[in-house]
């Protein structure tokens, strides 16, 4: 979702990462497996939490900002019948905790109901809500998926409803994991370059879509495949199977590899990779790349942790005399830090969240490992800290590449002016940071661990081009932006 002004890039406004679900049972209602599931995608957004569920004759929602475990009660589950049904978790962005924002959005029109949840950000979505505010279009929310769900609705008075979505993809441009309930059918559509992932699971009584294979799991579901890129997955209304219908093919994908390395749960399988696996190879490929022997390696935690034990476990076949050693306490209790408003209060509360025990670092070479340096926070701030606690010399290992660009496809990053390494060399960061060394991942690398090429990875942030078309920014390929024709043009075949 944008903040409505599109993600041009001195837009500030919020982009947004967050999980979507969908579920079509036999019998069952859905509010429930909904809500755990959601429990399993709440890493995915902690800002507002929504079901609508969808009885056969009318739509139950609930929205509600907060953590799924703060916004429902016994009782609104219960109001929520139906076997159908979709639910969200949105992510928390400075200077967006508005109620209008929250998932799944409703719509009711002259032929039905929709209910979409969205799962990343449109570019072009400014040119279409113009164009349907001209058509007489009112729109209650600044978000990018109302423009979808109008858009949809729109091209659901004239076409199927497999021909309006493949009209609507043909409008929409950028990055979309959806979760869509048109009355009771309930339906995932993946954007043609599959740059958040979505999934199919299959449940005792029904199937599910989710964001990530974890909340398949929690259901105690089988994950039968990934949503392909460009793909609608329609569920059966009774549970009993689904269908295929690929609308739009790409010669490349342009999977988000940052899922892999930071956002999404280590026990989730996404584009047919663990992505546990995926940070112990990104660790891995780091020894090789740029192992140093220390006394003591340590991740940051948690995000740190799967990188860490890859590269101590390179480290050793290549006999080098390196102790793993869980030296950093995280207070699980204190938020990210990521989204505190001013510097001050991140670096107070990296100081919260992070203690060093002492014993494992006194007098010793550290090497602390994390999965990416965003703003430089909690790097200056841990290096700090180790050394008041009589570390000799810290090295940090990072698994990924610098992040040298913003994110204008669904990922909470900071500004190009906060980024730490836009327009800054590894050594400028090293001094800026107080390390003895500091190495970042090759790009090459990481398309290794996640055994991808170049062409079929979004790699934005680190690279600054990116794989759709964005106003002022460079691409790194032949993007076919959507041409808006009117939402009168007939329907393309
Ligand atoms: P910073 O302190 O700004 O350099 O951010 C780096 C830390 O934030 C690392 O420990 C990452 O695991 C974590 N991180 C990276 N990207 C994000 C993000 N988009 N949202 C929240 N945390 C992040």
Redesign the pocket.
């Known amino acids: 979702m944008t903040d409505g002004r599109g993600a041009t890039p001195d837009s500030d406004g919020p982009t947004e990462k967050c999980g979507v679900v969908g579920v079509a049972l036999d019998d069952r209602a859905a509010a429930r497996p909904l809500y755990y599931s959601l429990y399993a995608l709440q890493h995915r957004g902690q800002e507002s939490a929504g079901i609508v569920t969808h009885d056969g004759f009318q739509q139950h929602d609930h929205v509600e900002m907060g953590l799924v475990g703060d916004a429902f009660t016994q009782a609104d589950i219960e109001s929520l019948t139906g076997a159908a049904g979709i639910g969200h978790v949105r992510y928390p962005t400075a200077g967006s905790v508005d109620k209008s924002c929250a998932q799944p959005f409703t719509v009711s029109f002259k032929s039905g109901s929709l209910a979409l949840s969205h799962n990343g950000n449109l570019v072009n979505a400014d040119e279409i809500r113009d164009e349907l505010a001209g058509l007489g279009h009112a729109f209650t929310s600044d978000g990018d998926t109302e423009v979808i769900a109008h858009d949809l609705a729109r091209n659901l008075l004239e076409e199927d409803l497999v021909r309006a979505v493949k009209r609507t993809m043909g409008r929409i441009h950028g990055s979309y994991s959806l979760t869509i309930m048109h009355d009771d059918t309930v339906l995932g559509v993946r954007d043609p370059e599959g740059n958040r992932p979505l999934c199919i699971g299959e449940l005792d009584d029904g199937y599910i879509l989710a964001s990530e294979s974890a909340a398949i799991d929690t259901l105690d579901g089988d994950l039968v495949r990934d949503v392909k890129p460009g793909e609608l997955v329609v569920l059966h209304e009774d549970g009993s199977d689904f269908d295929s219908y690929q609308l739009v093919d790409q010669d490349n994908s342009a999977h988000c590899f940052f899922e892999h390395v930071?956002f999404a749960r280590p026990d989730s399988v996404i584009d047919d990779s663990l992505v546990y696996e995926v940070r112990r190879q990104l660790g891995r490929n780091l020894w090789h790349e740029s192992g140093i022997e220390t006394d003591v390696v340590m991740p940051?935690p948690d995000?740190g942790r799967a990188f860490a034990s890859g590269y101590a476990e390179a480290a050793d076949e290549d006999g080098a005399d390196t102790e793993f050693a869980e030296g950093l306490m995280k207070n699980r209790y204190v938020g990210?830090?990521?989204i505190m408003p001013t510097q001050d209060e991140r670096e107070r509360a990296v100081r919260l969240k992070l203690n060093p025990i002492k014993s494992t670092v006194e007098g010793k070479t550290v090497t602390i490992i994390?999965?990416?340096?965003?703003?430089?926070?909690?790097?200056t701030q841990l290096v700090e800290l180790l050394k008041d606690c009589g570390a000799e010399e810290v090295h940090m290992r990072i698994g990924a590449p610098p992040i040298v660009a913003p994110c204008y496809m669904g990922?909470?990053?900071?500004t190009r002016d906060e980024l730490?390494a836009a327009g800054q060399t590894t050594e400028d960061i090293r001094e800026a940071i107080a390390a003895d060394s500091l190495s970042y991942l090759s790009i090459d690398a990481v398309c290794d661990a996640l055994d991808a090429s170049r062409a079929d990875l979004c790699l934005g942030c680190v690279s600054g081009e990116y794989p759709y078309d964005i106003e002022g920014e460079p691409t790194d390929r032949e993007v076919a932006r959507p041409v808006i024709e009117g939402a009168d043009a007939p329907a393309d075949d």
Request: zero cysteines; a negative charge; glycine letters at 4%.
């Open positions: 930071y940051v995000s990210r830090t990521f994390d999965d990416s340096i965003v703003r430089g926070t909690t790097s990922i909470d990053m900071a730490i």
